[in-house]
């Protein structure tokens, strides 16, 4: 069974940092391209970052260039997601995705069950 | 970059059909693959629709997406209805570096 598991999140003040962690199992991680989407409370979907399966390749929403970095470490199943500058806008569940395992991204499927960030003084 | 547009909301009665529209406002909705995603309160996005017109295993066929050039618009259509059905569904669709999402449209089934 394909598995997403999303860890890191909590309430971190204006101007903070905050790493999240994504967990896959069940499939061959190394194959497919992983995303970040956020969603803010009571808001809808907002795509956030993609990474290519050797992480040679990596793409970020306009709002989070030069403060978020997108990450992986194939040997260790993971994905990460590193947040600086973080804003009260910021705030948001963020989602895992698997996405796609050939030369584009495709669809963002399975999702993790996510973990909120709440950027608050 | 582009936006996708939906309507916020939809209703309609069990057994009835629904369509909810995503139009894209720059740039041919034909050049990129359409998504839906549904999500139910409380719970993570799941995919109903890929590539336009392709449906998941274990997503009943009373769901069936299509793409109309013409008004630069997708479509998720929902046949048979049932209350499980009511959710939020959104569209998703990409360019060459900016995956966007549609607002979301809140399917109510009464």
């Known amino acids: 069974e394909v598995q997403l598991v999303e860890s890191g999140g909590g309430l971190v003040q204006p101007g903070g940092s905050l790493r999240l962690s994504c967990a896959a199992s069940?499939?061959?991680?190394?194959?497919?391209?992983m995303s970040w989407v956020r969603q803010a409370p009571g808001k809808g979907l907002e795509w956030v970052a993609n990474i290519k399966q050797d992480g040679s390749e990596k793409y970020y929403v306009d709002s989070v260039k030069g403060r978020f970095t997108i990450s992986r470490d194939n040997a260790k199943n993971s994905l990460y997601l590193q947040m600086n500058s973080l804003r009260a806008e910021d705030t948001a569940v963020y989602y895992c995705?698997?996405?796609?395992?050939?030369?584009?991204?495709?669809?963002?499927?399975?999702w993790g069950q996510g973990t909120l960030v709440t950027v608050s003084s | 970059n582009f936006m996708l547009t939906q309507p916020h909301s939809v209703s309609e009665s069990p057994g009835k059909t629904v369509t909810i529209s995503c139009t894209r406002s720059s740039g041919s909705i034909a050049s990129n693959y359409v998504q839906w995603y549904q999500q139910r309160p409380g719970s993570a996005p799941t995919t109903v629709i890929y590539?336009?017109?392709?449906?998941p295993s274990g997503v009943p066929d009373r769901f069936s997406g299509s793409i109309d050039s013409s008004s630069n618009s997708a479509s998720l259509t929902i046949s048979g209805l049932k209350t499980e059905d009511e959710a939020d569904y959104y569209c998703?669709?990409?360019?060459?570096?900016?995956?966007?999402f549609g607002g979301g449209t809140k399917l109510t089934v009464l």
């Open positions: 998703q669709s990409y360019d060459s570096s900016n995956w966007v």
């Open positions: 069940g499939f061959t991680f190394s194959s497919y391209w």
């Open positions: 995705a698997r996405a796609g395992s050939s030369w584009y991204v495709g669809w963002f499927d399975p």
């Open positions: 590539e336009d017109n392709q449906r």
